[in-house]
């Protein structure tokens, strides 16, 4: 089992001809990934390099193909309109790779899209280990196995991953949530969505230092959680107060947000924080054998 | 991109939103010549982006032109004074001569996006006219929040119901759901991520208008608005934020922290990460900087050059884990990269892993360069060579 995809899951790439989107295609194909077609406007009845469909719109990718989950490789200017096309075509699964997208094409998506899962905007996408993969992660650093995964980081991820794997902790689905001010899809939902997975039994959170996502898991974990192993991971603790680091979401304001608050909370639910990405195997395991 | 206070009440005059009359003046002699061609009492206020102004002596009244020109001389004769958001302080450029109003009230309006709910937030509180954070500190009831639902949009019973909610006084009513009707406006129009008026004025003869203008603009909603892209050339850019532009890094890409470890990462959390290990490593670091998504040769070597020449480091630490960054390619970027800059040289740790690894750790081995295995390992020889050097 897994959460959000499996070998099962269509996928259909909106922006399949660009050089992004074809080269990352290659790379899902090549992982596994059941990919049935593509989008891009104006390329309909022509075939990819990969041998696969395009079409003009998303209504007839869907027609077609019968897909259910969208990965999205277009310009910021592009995005939230990708994912409206979707909405209205049926779509209720759809990994946003796009980083610069506007907030507020986030906000006006965000309002108008109930009972629509988006992963991202601006994150690697997910994978659920030895059958899917969408999105950009390096897939020979994933193993199958129990361990589910949560980050707003994309890079930080493939490390933290890499040392699971090397630990011998296979992993069940990993999210790369997005590092972006507003996101579909927060710690919490995937929280929600792991705890109905039989198949995961323990869980790393991979969070960063701004807003408020990391508190809220917290705050979920003690109420609905607290018998599962999960060991969390705060990156930028050494960014000095006030100071942007790349992420837009990654500002310290006010007493949410820092790097304390989020370890006091963490604590306060009874989950230990790694120093770094390293020390996680270790007290995952730690954490899982005092479970048996 | 922060605006400042005239371009800011540029946006409200174009949403409808009353503010004081008032001319943007380059020089003493512009505001000499507004005030002798426009008699009356006016109020002259530096266009800068650090807070704290009136403290600082940054904003004087004149009732002629000669006290005009006088007391412009005196706001721009020296810089704003450093404060802990500005370390350097920040100069006074130009200027803003304003109609002086009589104040009855002042109140706080803002809207901003919040991340928790997926809405803009509209705040209010009818404590204006000083520092927010002072505000929530003092008077945390006071405040009165709506989150709108974007699928409903703003309507006058939002602004109706923040008025009652925080106990605006009744001068304020009958206005005060067309001033939000028009920040909600600018919000959208201009992909705002802060909206804010501090104060909100109720004047004596019972006008509501906003006293000063705080806006925050999204970076990435730019390039809908080419106007405004040209008013952030008057705008200052940091130490740090001109130099990552200068090498083609977004300007918050790069950062500086004065110890003798550089580094190099792929991603904005690796990054952070990578400065976390060097720190754990017992390392002091020397910068921040994120490569971005693709890192060639040139770019790979106009960080090299960045960190070297505008930072104390001693070592250079590189740790990409790629993904949809090629490791072969950030290879060839780095042996090029050393081959042919002719800035100082220190040495270089490099960790490379992730796609096309094998190929990337070829290249670095026939360059004569040997990769760590991974950060924790890196971290720990850029700290020893650090020391050593």
Redesign the interface.
Known sequence: MSIYLDKSSKVFVQGITGTEGSYHTGRMLAYGTNIVGGVTPNKGGQKTTHGLPVFNTVKECVAATGATHQCIFVPPAGAADALFEAYEAGIRFAVCITEGVPVHDMLKVAGATPGMRIIGPNCPGLISPGQSLVGIMPGHVFKEGNVGLISRSGTLTYEVVDGLTRAGLGQSTCVGIGGDPIIGTTFVDCLRAFAKDPKTEALVLCGEIGGSDEEEAAAFIKEHMSDVPIVAFIGGRNAPPGKSLGHAGAIISGSFGTPQSKVAAFQAAGVPIADRPSQIPELLKERMGVKV | MNLMEYQGKELFRRCGIPVPRSQHCKTPDDVAAFIEKNPGKWVVKAQVLMGGRGKAGKIKFATSAEEGRTVAREIMATPMPPN??NPKGEPVNSLLVEETVEIDKEAYCAIT?D??S???SVIVTRFGGMDV?EVHEKHPESFTYHFV???IGYWPFIGRGLAFGAELSAGYRKQFPAIVAGMYDL??RY?A?LVEINPLVLTKDGRVIAADAKIEL?D??L??QPELKEWQAVLPLDEDEKLAAEAGL?I??F?R?GGTVGTL?????????T???V??AGGE?AN?L?VG?GADAQRVRNCYELVVNHTAAKVFFVNI????TRGDEVAKGIVTAMRETTSRKVPLVIRL???NEEEGRRILAEAGMTPVQ???EGAKRAVELAARA
């Open positions: 802990r958001q996006v991340r928790a997926k809405k803009p954070e639902d974007t699928a919000f959208f992909g991520k999204d990435d909603a390039f809908r977004g918050r890409n950062r922290f990462a792929n991603g904005a959390g690796l990054a952070m990460g400065m976390d290990a720190k754990n670091i921040f994120d998504g884990f790629g993904g949809i892993t992730g796609t991974t950060m924790d």
